[in-house]
């Protein structure tokens, strides 16, 4: 709500040819200054602050205290957003309980653990340590839809931390995170619209290294593959995709219809929930 009152203070200024001058220098040089501040040049960052400094020093007192108290708004939500991301979010996991009537008549529950988007690093012991409380749930099945990591050195770390777990029935698919690193990104990007699907050709996390730890543990992987499981006397029918956010999902390989004088339960697993997939 901030940044749209910081929007609509800029709206408001008087004098319309310099605001939307000044605003979009201001713009250049904070995206600029944000990505090599990224590449730990602080010398631009600097250079982009003073000059915006200069800026609101020039011209008409009244239109630059206006713009400067709006751009100062939009900054303490960019501030408070970095902070939510770093201090609190990071650590503020969550279990949600789901019961959802799709068995069979007179079968028995059924409970599924689904795990997702752990984007594990070697340094977080508070994710890990809450990863290694999941067992105790004791679920029948487990369905883990990808973005495990986050680090070069994080694959013993996913598979400690699901412990018990491994030794569940399981299935999984990977996501975009589970093949490249993440990357510093300007935080006011996500105000221009739907982020871009760019990824470098090579894969550079080792998720093959985890497909391995999954697989020798009896895990199934459902990239672009059809399988199935009992549960309980249930038979329960899977169809996986690779991530649709990085355009790599095939759903032809595995759409077509479903045998129900084969399958009690059809689940379609994937990591990102792309209309073309669902």
């Known amino acids: 709500s901030a940044s749209v009152i910081a929007v609509r203070t800029i709206r408001m200024v008087p004098d319309l040819t310099l605001s939307r001058s000044l605003i979009a220098s201001v713009r250049s040089d904070r ?3 944000l990505s090599e501040l990224g ?3 602080m010398g631009s960052s600097v250079t982009a602050g003073l000059a915006c400094s200069l800026l609101f020093m020039s011209g008409n007192r009244g239109t630059m205290t206006s713009i400067g108290k709006a751009l100062l708004g939009v900054g303490a939500v960019g501030a408070g957003c970095l902070a939510y991301a770093g201090l609190y979010e990071v650590n503020a996991f969550r279990l949600r309980r789901v019961t959802i009537p799709v068995l069979p008549t007179g079968a028995r529950p059924i409970r599924v653990l689904h795990i997702s988007d752990l984007h594990m690093t070697p340094y977080a012991r508070a994710r890990q340590r809450w990863l290694s409380t999941l067992a105790a749930l004791e679920p029948d099945l487990v369905i883990n839809t990808g973005d495990n990591l986050a680090h070069q050195d994080a694959v013993p770390y996913v598979l400690g931390g699901l412990g018990r777990l491994l030794d569940r029935p399981g299935v999984y698919v990977w996501g975009a995170n589970d093949y490249y690193a993440p990357k510093f990104k300007n ?13 470098p050709p090579e894969r550079t996390l080792p998720w093959q290294d985890l497909g391995r730890g999954f697989k020798e543990s009896g895990w199934i992987d459902l990239t672009h593959t059809r399988a199935s499981l009992e549960i309980k006397g249930v038979r329960i029918g899977f169809r996986g995709t690779d991530d649709a956010h990085i355009d790599q999902d095939r759903y032809a390989d595995v759409a077509g219809p479903i045998d ?7 689940l379609g697993v994937t990591h990102a929930p792309y209309g073309r997939v669902l």
Not at 187 to 199: A, D, H, W
Not at 260 to 266: H, Q, V
């Open 260 to 266: 129900r004088a084969e399958i009690d339960l059809a």
């Open 31 to 33: 995206r600029r200054s």
């Open 187 to 199: 935080p006011l990007g996500y105000f221009k619209g739907p982020s871009r699907n760019v990824r």
């Open 39 to 41: 590449a730990s040049d």
